[in-house]
């Protein structure tokens, strides 16, 4: 096996890696660390916190990829490698991905969605639903599949709820040691509601995830939970591979807006004269264009080029990446004028206020007072951005691979499955299943980026103190 680091990959580690040393730099500030405490004080917030967890988690999982050495090679000589790069959460779902379908097929069904037409031994046409491969072949007949599932279903529930109490007795173990008092004493406290933060409000939705993901994935290995597709994929499997594109392109997309937005804004704020005509003539003429134009016209350049260079890329795989990295490269470079507009008019105000007088008056540089006073106090304004920015940027994502302008179409992503989707919703009989499991996973990450930053924003925006 050889790891593979496609270059998304590199940056999504990367970040996760910053995010760790800034989350131990903001427990030495009591001041920050109040400020994030008081942030999931809220039970919403701290739901919405466990959910985008799950969905990262799930992202990680598919941002580490491998090759596999091809079977019986000669000892001694140089390995060789398969040409399909897979990743830990392919290795997961190996016996769900493995089990592809003729066509459609409704989800649980035994069935295929279409009726095919076939002659029989006798020589008679006729015209029915074929039998299903690999759903429910371990049935003796279809008449036990009702009571198969929910046999399935009751175990896999079990096994999750065993598990998620381990989990939990662990955490609890740990702020017990935290809290310096029993371990009875801290879980005590967590049942009666009285701990500092809603410990069980997250212990209940951690639960509640961790059973609905066991039960997904314990009965894809005997049914097609959500149905498949044209060629006879499962969806689950398409549904939880497009996590780690809307994650990504949530993410990784402020690395690229937060530099040039953070740099202009105060640049324009501080230094005025000149400097801020010309950053407001160049965030202003950006904005002019529409940005699906602007997106569509730098995506097909990016398209050309790829296709005139086939051998860039060793794999498909690498070739989906980098149009993945070149999309977030584009969404990053067209999305950074708004916040470049706040942090310019939070500058302005923030250079009048009596300290930063004085720090001119002693000859203290620009460069330190940006440092020093200005860049700590827009904080607030760039976490706020961010947090409402994630949502809008996987909405975007679905959008343009709807018109066709997004990620690559062998990548794996929501908005690639409503436009493979929309042409299904006409068939008859319809195929509904396909754009619903994208909608909800789609859903449910949105909607918990959108509480969540709610109460960023409350908490962090000093208008609302």
């Known amino acids: 096996m050889m790891w593979v680091w496609l270059w998304t990959d590199i940056m999504i580690w990367l970040l996760v890696v910053s995010l760790g040393l800034w989350g131990w730099t903001i427990s030495r500030s009591p001041q920050v660390k109040a400020q994030w405490i008081a942030i999931f004080r809220s039970k919403i917030a701290m739901t919405s916190a466990i959910v985008l967890l799950m969905y990262v988690s799930i992202a990680l999982l598919d941002s580490l990829h491998f090759r596999l050495a091809l079977p019986d090679q000669p000892v001694g000589e140089k390995v060789q490698y398969q040409g399909q790069t897979l990743s830990v959460l392919d290795w997961v779902f190996d016996e769900i991905r493995g089990k592809v379908e003729r066509t459609y097929s409704a989800p649980f069904a035994l069935k295929e969605h279409s009726s095919s037409i076939i002659k029989t031994d006798d020589g008679q046409i006729k015209q029915i639903a074929l039998d299903l491969t690999h759903a429910g072949s371990h049935l003796a007949a279809a008449e036990d599949r009702n009571q198969d599932i929910l046999l399935k279903s009751l175990w896999a529930i079990f096994v999750a709820w065993v598990l998620s109490k381990l989990f939990i007795s662990l955490h609890i173990y740990w702020r017990a040691r935290v809290a310096k008092i029993s371990w009875r004493q801290q879980a005590g406290l967590v049942l009666k509601g009285k701990t500092e933060l809603p410990w069980r409000t997250a212990y209940l939705t951690f639960s509640i995830g961790l059973i609905v993901l066991a039960w997904l994935y314990h009965l894809g290995h005997y049914y097609h939970v959500l149905g498949t597709d044209k060629v006879g994929g499962d969806v689950l499997y398409q549904s939880f591979k497009s996590v780690r594109t809307g994650v990504l392109i949530g993410v990784l997309t402020t ?198 930053s709610d109460r960023v924003q409350r908490v962090l925006d000093p208008k609302n103190n």
């Open 255 to 452: 690395l690229v807006m937060l530099p040039l937005a953070l740099i202009l804004g105060i640049s324009a704020g501080l230094f005025r004269g000149w400097i801020d005509d010309v950053i407001q003539y160049l965030y202003t003429t950006l904005n002019s264009i529409p940005g699906i134009l602007l997106i569509a016209a730098a995506v097909l350049v990016m398209q050309t080029m790829i296709m005139n260079n086939p051998d860039w890329f060793e794999t498909a795989t690498e070739r989906a990446d980098i149009r993945l990295l070149v999309l977030v490269l584009i969404l990053g470079l067209t999305s950074w004028t708004g916040l470049c507009r706040l942090l310019r008019a939070e500058t302005l105000k923030i250079s009048q206020v009596e300290y930063v007088t004085a720090a001119r008056a002693f000859g203290v540089s620009r460069f330190k007072i940006i440092g020093r006073h200005i860049l700590p106090n827009v904080m607030h304004i760039v976490l706020i951005a961010v947090v409402l920015d994630f949502s809008a940027l996987v909405l975007a994502e679905a959008v343009l691979s709807y018109v066709g302008v997004g990620v690559d179409p062998t990548m794996h992503s929501w908005g690639n499955m409503i436009n493979q989707a929309r042409l299904e919703m006409a068939r008859e009989p319809m195929v509904w299943w396909s754009l619903l499991s994208a909608f909800i996973f789609m859903f449910i990450l949105v909607l918990a980026a959108n509480l969540f």
